[in-house]
Protein backbone atom coordinates (compact mmCIF):
# COMPACT_ATOMS: atom_id res chain seq x y z
CA UNK A 1 0.00 0.00 0.00
CA UNK A 2 1.13 3.51 -0.72
CA UNK A 3 0.02 5.68 2.03
CA UNK A 4 0.75 5.38 6.16
CA UNK A 5 -2.50 4.85 7.57
CA UNK A 6 -2.95 6.52 11.03
CA UNK A 7 -4.77 5.20 14.25
CA UNK A 8 -5.47 7.81 16.61
CA UNK A 9 -4.80 7.40 20.30
CA UNK A 10 -7.81 6.03 22.40
CA UNK A 11 -9.94 4.63 19.13
CA UNK A 12 -12.34 2.03 19.80
CA UNK A 13 -15.14 0.43 17.81
CA UNK A 14 -13.19 1.30 13.95
CA UNK A 15 -12.64 -2.21 11.90
CA UNK A 16 -10.05 -2.32 9.42
CA UNK A 17 -10.43 -4.75 6.48
CA UNK A 18 -7.45 -6.04 4.32
CA UNK A 19 -7.05 -7.79 1.64
CA UNK A 20 -4.07 -10.22 1.29
CA UNK A 21 -2.58 -10.62 -1.89
CA UNK A 22 -0.51 -13.32 -0.99
CA UNK A 23 -0.39 -17.28 -1.52
CA UNK A 24 -2.35 -19.11 1.77
CA UNK A 25 0.95 -20.16 3.29
CA UNK A 26 2.25 -16.63 3.80
CA UNK A 27 -1.51 -15.47 4.63
CA UNK A 28 -1.22 -18.54 7.78
CA UNK A 29 2.52 -17.49 8.79
CA UNK A 30 1.00 -13.79 9.17
CA UNK A 31 -0.81 -15.46 12.41
CA UNK A 32 2.64 -16.31 13.75
CA UNK A 33 3.58 -13.89 16.77
CA UNK A 34 5.40 -10.98 15.48
CA UNK A 35 5.13 -11.76 11.95
CA UNK A 36 1.84 -9.55 11.13
CA UNK A 37 3.22 -6.44 13.34
CA UNK A 38 6.18 -6.30 10.96
CA UNK A 39 4.85 -6.19 8.11
CA UNK A 40 2.08 -3.54 9.00
CA UNK A 41 5.65 -2.17 10.28
CA UNK A 42 4.36 -1.39 13.68
CA UNK A 43 5.99 -2.64 16.80
CA UNK A 44 3.31 -4.68 18.66
CA UNK A 45 -0.33 -5.89 18.01
CA UNK A 46 -2.91 -7.69 20.09
CA UNK A 47 -3.74 -10.87 18.20
CA UNK A 48 -6.88 -11.68 20.01
CA UNK A 49 -8.17 -8.41 18.42
CA UNK A 50 -6.86 -9.92 14.94
CA UNK A 51 -8.25 -12.15 11.94
CA UNK A 52 -6.75 -13.83 9.06
CA UNK A 53 -9.11 -16.21 6.86
CA UNK A 54 -9.69 -17.33 3.31
CA UNK A 55 -13.08 -15.47 2.11
CA UNK A 56 -14.62 -18.87 0.79
CA UNK A 57 -14.63 -19.98 4.70
CA UNK A 58 -17.54 -17.70 4.82
CA UNK A 59 -19.56 -19.79 1.97
CA UNK A 60 -22.70 -18.45 1.85
CA UNK A 61 -22.63 -15.37 4.05
CA UNK A 62 -19.82 -13.99 2.70
CA UNK A 63 -17.96 -10.90 3.76
CA UNK A 64 -20.90 -8.51 3.87
CA UNK A 65 -22.99 -10.77 6.26
CA UNK A 66 -19.83 -11.20 8.12
CA UNK A 67 -19.07 -7.68 9.03
CA UNK A 68 -23.24 -6.83 9.72
CA UNK A 69 -23.79 -10.06 11.37
CA UNK A 70 -20.95 -11.19 13.03
CA UNK A 71 -18.47 -8.03 13.81
CA UNK A 72 -21.46 -5.80 14.26
CA UNK A 73 -21.18 -3.48 11.57
CA UNK A 74 -24.24 -1.14 10.78
CA UNK A 75 -25.71 -2.53 7.48
CA UNK A 76 -25.58 0.90 5.67
CA UNK A 77 -21.83 1.09 6.04
CA UNK A 78 -21.63 -2.41 4.43
CA UNK A 79 -23.80 -1.60 1.33
CA UNK A 80 -21.81 0.96 0.03
CA UNK A 81 -18.79 -1.52 -0.53
CA UNK A 82 -21.25 -4.04 -0.97
CA UNK A 83 -19.86 -5.38 -4.82
CA UNK A 84 -16.33 -4.54 -3.68
CA UNK A 85 -16.76 -7.14 -0.80
CA UNK A 86 -18.42 -9.49 -2.75
CA UNK A 87 -16.06 -9.47 -5.46
CA UNK A 88 -13.19 -10.32 -2.71
CA UNK A 89 -11.06 -13.72 -3.36
CA UNK A 90 -8.33 -14.81 -1.48
CA UNK A 91 -7.29 -14.05 2.23
CA UNK A 92 -8.29 -11.15 4.71
CA UNK A 93 -7.48 -9.55 7.36
CA UNK A 94 -9.46 -8.05 10.08
CA UNK A 95 -8.19 -5.90 12.83
CA UNK A 96 -10.30 -4.22 15.34
CA UNK A 97 -8.67 -0.83 16.85
CA UNK A 98 -8.38 -3.09 20.22
CA UNK A 99 -6.15 -4.35 18.60
CA UNK A 100 -3.37 -1.49 19.06
CA UNK A 101 -4.39 -1.07 23.18
CA UNK A 102 -5.63 2.28 22.62
CA UNK A 103 -1.82 3.79 21.08
CA UNK A 104 -1.63 6.03 18.58
CA UNK A 105 0.33 3.95 15.65
CA UNK A 106 0.77 4.39 12.41
CA UNK A 107 0.46 1.40 10.05
CA UNK A 108 2.70 1.02 6.92
CA UNK A 109 1.57 -1.86 5.52
CA UNK A 110 3.62 -4.69 2.72
CA UNK A 111 2.85 -4.17 -0.88
CA UNK A 112 0.35 -7.41 -0.62
CA UNK A 113 -1.68 -5.73 1.73
CA UNK A 114 -4.10 -3.28 0.30
CA UNK A 115 -6.83 -1.60 3.24
CA UNK A 116 -10.55 -2.62 1.18
CA UNK A 117 -12.47 -0.05 4.54
CA UNK A 118 -12.76 0.85 7.69
CA UNK A 119 -15.96 0.22 9.07
CA UNK A 120 -17.38 1.39 12.81
CA UNK A 121 -19.09 -0.92 15.18
CA UNK A 122 -22.56 -0.15 16.05
CA UNK A 123 -22.12 1.53 19.43
CA UNK A 124 -24.46 0.59 22.59
CA UNK A 125 -26.44 3.29 24.57
CA UNK A 126 -25.45 2.16 28.19
CA UNK A 127 -27.60 5.11 29.70
CA UNK A 128 -30.85 3.89 31.52
CA UNK A 129 -33.85 6.27 32.49
CA UNK A 130 -33.95 7.22 35.91
CA UNK A 131 -35.01 5.33 38.58
CA UNK A 132 -39.27 5.79 39.10
CA UNK A 133 -40.46 2.78 40.34
CA UNK A 134 -41.22 3.06 43.81
CA UNK A 135 -39.91 -0.42 44.08
CA UNK A 136 -37.02 0.73 42.63
CA UNK A 137 -35.88 2.77 45.47
CA UNK A 138 -33.21 1.49 48.12
CA UNK A 139 -35.02 -0.15 51.78
CA UNK A 140 -38.46 -0.40 49.95
CA UNK A 141 -39.16 -3.81 50.40
CA UNK A 142 -42.20 -4.30 53.01
CA UNK A 143 -41.16 -4.93 56.74
CA UNK A 144 -41.97 -7.69 58.64
CA UNK A 145 -41.35 -7.79 62.42
CA UNK A 146 -38.56 -9.39 64.12
CA UNK A 147 -40.84 -12.40 65.15
CA UNK A 148 -42.98 -12.69 62.28
CA UNK A 149 -40.05 -13.03 59.61
CA UNK A 150 -38.32 -15.87 62.22
CA UNK A 151 -41.66 -17.62 62.32
CA UNK A 152 -41.66 -17.37 58.78
CA UNK A 153 -38.12 -18.43 58.18
CA UNK A 154 -38.50 -21.54 60.90
CA UNK A 155 -41.79 -22.53 58.41
CA UNK A 156 -40.34 -22.35 55.04
CA UNK A 157 -37.54 -24.82 56.82
CA UNK A 158 -39.70 -27.07 58.32
CA UNK A 159 -41.31 -27.72 54.67
CA UNK A 160 -37.85 -27.80 53.32
CA UNK A 161 -36.71 -30.08 55.96
CA UNK A 162 -39.86 -32.76 55.24
CA UNK A 163 -39.36 -32.79 51.64
CA UNK A 164 -35.95 -33.61 51.81
CA UNK A 165 -36.66 -36.46 54.42
CA UNK A 166 -39.67 -37.60 52.44
CA UNK A 167 -37.65 -37.96 49.31
CA UNK A 168 -34.82 -39.54 50.96
CA UNK A 169 -37.55 -41.94 52.44
CA UNK A 170 -38.38 -42.89 49.14
CA UNK A 171 -35.41 -43.27 47.39
CA UNK A 172 -34.46 -46.09 50.22
CA UNK A 173 -37.92 -47.89 49.66
CA UNK A 174 -37.19 -47.99 46.03
CA UNK A 175 -33.82 -48.99 46.53
CA UNK A 176 -35.08 -51.60 48.93
CA UNK A 177 -37.78 -53.31 46.89
Not at 55 to 65: A, F, H, K, R
Not at 98 to 103: Q, S, V
Request: with cysteine; hydrophobic share 45%.
Amino acid sequence: MDGVIHIPAGERGVIRLFALSMRPEQAAFLKEPGALAQVLGIEMLDMEQVEIFPVSDLEDIGLTGYLTEGCGVPRAQVEEDRELLQAQEGHVLLIRSRAFDGKETRLTPADQIRLIGTYGERQINWSAPPETAESAKPYSAPKLPPRAARSQSRRIGAVLFTVVMLLIALLVWVLVT
